[in-house]
Structures are given as structure tokens and as C-alpha cells.
């Protein structure tokens, strides 16, 4: 399974544009890029996904590169609620989606 | 709508014993999914279906087993629990297709001492 890169942990301001990170240079032209949340002490959310193109949806919008090895979920007016552990997960259509341990993000007021 | 429920929300078991993680959710989904996490960690995959009848095993299978004779529900089986089954359990479902979108329940959280 192609892999993902995600920095451990991130801080940002309540109310301030959130730019989460992810890394997939492995990544196939058939892999789906997707994005869940968890928040603390509840099973995962599903937040968004997309193949190629930039993806836009009310929770937020996912900017894919053009050579598709990396993507940024952006999360436009970050509030206290949006703290959670963001994972960034490549899948083929129909297979399982794998987790890995995610981006911690603090929102502070 | 309940979505995926989970039963029990928590559990102790001692060392050996066993017991049924119960899933189950009403929106005729056809896979569904097993994961654990433990403490700090993102989540394992342990069992999936694509279909009553159907199941595969996942990253963690050791220790487990699962029963699809329905499509609402996906019961997930410890047998001989030991202390590093000790975890929170999730069940989650989504439809066919290319559409990826997965529905988790709230947990299980499971120790075994």
C-alpha cells in the first residue's frame, strides 16, 4: 500500500485558516486521497476525499499537486471543535482504508 | 437514523475468558469493517465483509474471529482474551462503489486484566 507523511502534531488559532499537510510520493494513479478526523474519545469522521482534482465540501476543502505526491487539507475558519487527529489515507477504490497515527491539531481561543 | 451501533461501550475481561464485540447498523451497507487502536496510536485493521457470508482478515486477525450472516451486523469474537487485546474497538460500514465514505460506531473499550 502506498504510504502517507503527515507531520505529528500542529497548533493553530481559533477563528485562522488551517493548512494540514500530507505527503504520498508513492502514490498510484488509481489511489483515492482521503481525509477522516477523530475526535477525542469518538470513532473517526469521514472529512473529504478526491482522485485529482481540488475538492471542496462544508467541513473543507482538499488542494491536491499536480503530480498528486502530496495534498493539503484546509480547514478555512478553524474552531475549537475542529481539535482532532487528522488522517491523511491512500486507497484503491474498494479496498480497505488503512489509518496511521494522523496529525494532532490544537485550535487555542 | 442510529447509524453503526456498538455494544458493549466498555468491558473488563480477565485473562483467558471471551466474549462478543456486537456491531450492527441500518443503512444496508454492505462492507464492513473491524479496526482496534490502542492507546496513541491510529487504527488496526482486524477483520472486514464485503457481504453477509463474506469475510476477510485484516492487519491484526490473531486472535479474533467474525461472523457475517447478516447484512446489518458484523459481531467481532475474542476467544482466550489476553492483555494485549486490551484496546478501543471500532465497527464501521459504508456502501459499494468507489464512494469511500465510512460511518464508524462510538467504540468499544475493552481491558483485559
Not at chain 2, 81 to 93: E, G, I, K, R
Amino acid at each position: 500500500d502506498a504510504k502517507t507523511t503527515q507531520p505529528n502534531s500542529m497548533e493553530s488559532n481559533e477563528e485562522e485558516p488551517v493548512h494540514l499537510p500530507c505527503n504520498h510520493s508513492t502514490i498510484s494513479g488509481t489511489d483515492y486521497i482521503h481525509w477522516y478526523r477523530q475526535l477525542p474519545s469518538q470513532g473517526p469522521e469521514y472529512v473529504i476525499h478526491g482522485l485529482t482534482s481540488n475538492v471542496n465540501n462544508r467541513m473543507a476543502s482538499l488542494a491536491i499537486a499536480e503530480d498528486r505526491k502530496s495534498s493539503t487539507l484546509i480547514l478555512h475558519r478553524a474552531t475549537l471543535r475542529d481539535a482532532a487527529v487528522y488522517y491523511c489515507i491512500l486507497s484503491q477504490a474498494g479496498t480497505a482504508l488503512i489509518f496511521g497515527k494522523g496529525t494532532t491539531l490544537s485550535v487555542s481561543s | 437514523n442510529a447509524g453503526v451501533t456498538q455494544t458493549p461501550k466498555f468491558r473488563i475481561l480477565k485473562i483467558g475468558q471471551s466474549m462478543t464485540l456486537q456491531c450492527t447498523q441500518d443503512m444496508n451497507h454492505n462492507y464492513m469493517y473491524w479496526y482496534r487502536q490502542d492507546p496513541g496510536m491510529g487504527l488496526k485493521l482486524i477483520y472486514y465483509s464485503v457481504g453477509a457470508g463474506i469475510t476477510d482478515k485484516g492487519e491484526v486477525p490473531n486472535g479474533y474471529n467474525v461472523s457475517r450472516s447478516t447484512t446489518e451486523d458484523f459481531p467481532l469474537r475474542l476467544e482466550l482474551a489476553a492483555p494485549s487485546q486490551t484496546s478501543v474497538y471500532f465497527c464501521a460500514s459504508r456502501t459499494g462503489g468507489e464512494y469511500e465514505k465510512l460511518f464508524f460506531g462510538s467504540g468499544t473499550q475493552l481491558s483485559v486484566l
